[in-house]
């Protein structure tokens, strides 16, 4: 078959393993995202993710992810509910928290694994089958695996600059909060990304649509988004709230507002999420208590409780005594801000 016979079929083979949507970029390498990522880098703004700071050129050259490497497939698997948004009226009433959107069901990356190893399997068996069915750990990366150099696959955990790639394969265009954003579903939705030497028909770049809109910047309430596309990580209450070792600093635990894992107020307030739609997908679907839970529940839970109710969760992530630490900084902080308008 010619390149865009099999670019049709790969695509086919990805929205049959469940993904939402597909687009292919070139792989070349990005010296600009290189040079962009490392001014914020060497500026601070990763904060304790000291993974960022490895395999800078990696991240930006996808041959040095797979030798002679030609796409790299980008697929977008949405996370919506019709569940209320973290701004609307009443969402959050007295005594609850906040937990992201995204964390409300079973965690993405046991989602969207088990759906790309499913994607790699098809497009072996049906396009390049002298590959092998030799899956094994590529390079010690927990998640990431390769079918004989030729495939290796990541979900947001690997070196690669996820979001530049999908504005390229034209899954949508980065926004001044820097997430993507697909014209016609909004932002929420997770991304996935195969690298491969399959030659693949590149996909065409959708426009950016944010134009003088400034509505993400406005109402991000620790100002983290400083520039245009440029978030520090160390403002962001999502930083703060997940990505924290240990307790929260005092100095930032008045930030954290209602917000006990993550937070989704720079999409609440995007223009184009009022054309998301509910995904329908099972596995993102609100469990129960998770949509805005009473703060007093989860300080009740013992360790054996916590790892049951959040088990395949994305919570999971802060652990047992993060999570209360969170709980108490959201207490704090709301019952300052009582006082606050009280006074007033």
Not at 149 to 168: H, I, S
Not at 252 to 278: K, T, W
Not at 287 to 307: H, I, K, Q, T, W
Request: charge should be negative; glycine fraction near 10%.
């Amino acid at each position: 078959m010619d390149r865009r016979q099999r670019t049709a079929l790969v695509e086919q083979l990805a929205l049959d393993a469940g993904f939402s949507r597909f687009g292919v970029a070139a792989a070349h390498d990005r010296p600009s995202d290189r040079e962009h990522l490392q001014r914020w880098i060497d500026a601070g703004m990763h904060g304790s993710m000291a993974w960022m700071a490895r395999d800078v050129h990696r991240r930006s050259d996808p041959g040095r992810v797979v030798a002679g490497a030609r796409s790299v497939i980008m697929l977008a698997l949405d996370y919506d509910s019709d569940a209320p948004r973290s701004l609307d009226a009443g969402a959050v009433p007295e005594g609850h928290g906040w937990i992201s959107r995204y964390a409300w069901g079973t965690d993405y990356h046991l989602v969207a694994e088990r759906r790309l190893k499913a994607l790699t399997a098809a497009v072996q068996e049906q396009i390049a089958p002298g590959l092998g069915d030799d899956f094994r750990g590529a390079g010690g990366e927990p998640g990431a695996f390769e079918v004989r150099r030729d495939f290796r696959w990541y979900v947001d955990y690997g070196p690669l600059l996820e979001r530049r790639w999908g504005e390229e394969a034209g899954l949508g265009w980065q926004g001044k909060n820097s997430l993507l954003i697909d014209p016609e579903r909004g932002s929420f939705f997770f991304l996935a990304a195969v690298v491969t030497s399959i030659d693949l028909e590149p996909s065409e770049a959708v426009v950016d649509h944010c134009g003088s809109c400034t509505a993400c910047i406005d109402a991000c309430p620790t100002d983290a988004i400083v520039a245009d596309r440029v978030v520090d990580s160390r403002r962001c209450i999502s930083y703060l709230t997940i990505e924290t070792k240990g307790a929260i600093a005092e100095a930032d635990r008045g930030q954290v507002g209602a917000h006990l894992f993550g937070c989704d107020i720079c999409q609440d307030v995007c223009p184009f999420n009022r054309f998301s739609r509910p995904s329908g997908e099972a596995e993102f679907a609100p469990r129960p208590g998770n949509v805005a839970p009473p703060l007093g529940e989860l300080l009740a839970l013992d360790v054996e409780a916590f790892r049951e109710r959040f088990r395949r969760s994305p919570v999971k992530r802060r652990g047992y005594e993060g999570l209360r630490d969170n709980v108490r900084a959201v207490q704090a902080g709301r019952s300052a801000m009582k006082e606050g308008t009280e006074r007033a």
